[in-house]
Each structure stands twice: as C-alpha cells, then as structure tokens.
C-alpha cells in the first residue's frame, strides 16, 4: 500500500518572520524541499522505527544537493551533514581566493617595478 507522505511529513516554520522562505540549513533562498528522512527511506524508517523527524523542511538547490545522498532521518544530523559540506567548500574557496590575492600581489609588485624603470 502506499501512503501518502504529505501527511507523515510535518512542515516546520521558522521561530522568525524574516527567515520565512529561506533554507534552514544555510538561510540562502529556499527553493526546494528537504524530507527527513528521504522519502525513498521513509518506509524503512517506518519499519525499523528509527529516529525520524518527519517534516519537510525549506531548503535552497545547493544544500537539496548535498543532502540527495544523505539517508539521515533527523533534522540536526542533516543539518550536520551540510555544514561538513559547507565547511569543505569554503575551505576549498578559501585556498582559491589565497591564490588570486597572491597573483595580485605579483601583479601589483611587477607594476611597481616597471614605475621604477
Ligand atoms: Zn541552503
């Protein structure tokens, strides 16, 4: 038989007016849905009574994204995964803007440099 998730899903709402239509994991534009758990889990989490939170949750694309492989069912696990995803990212973009700074640096030394000539 197949249930109907909408009513095993509960909606959160956000504690404030202002994040209303922003994602609850990273507070950028949500644009999607987020389950927790995943409704191709729900299920198994049904079965096995697993700790699920059972709500759907705002979400933007970038975190729908890094959560379409997650299976975790409770709100502040998936919370943990974005933020591991997020903190991967920024690192990874932090490098990149430490490299740019260094060729500007070049840049603005080689500048210099012809000034002087
Ligand atoms: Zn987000």
């Known amino acids: 038989m197949k249930r109907d998730h909408e009513e095993i899903y509960s909606q959160i709402h956000p504690f404030h007016l202002e994040d209303v239509g922003n994602c609850y994991y990273c507070g950028c534009e949500?644009?999607?849905?987020?389950?927790?758990?995943p409704v191709k889990y729900l299920q198994f989490f049904i079965e096995t009574?697993?700790?699920?939170?059972?709500?759907m949750i705002p979400c933007c694309i970038e975190c729908h994204q890094f959560l379409s492989v997650s299976r975790e069912g409770l709100i502040e696990n998936r919370k943990k995964v974005v933020d591991q995803k997020i903190r991967k990212k920024y690192k990874k973009a932090l490098s990149i803007y430490e490299r740019w700074s260094d060729d500007e640096i070049r840049g603005l030394s080689d500048d210099l440099s012809n000034l002087n000539q």
Request: aromatic fraction near 14%.
């Open 49 to 55: 009574g697993e700790s699920a939170s059972y709500c």
């Open 30 to 37: 949500a644009e999607e849905v987020d389950y927790a758990p």
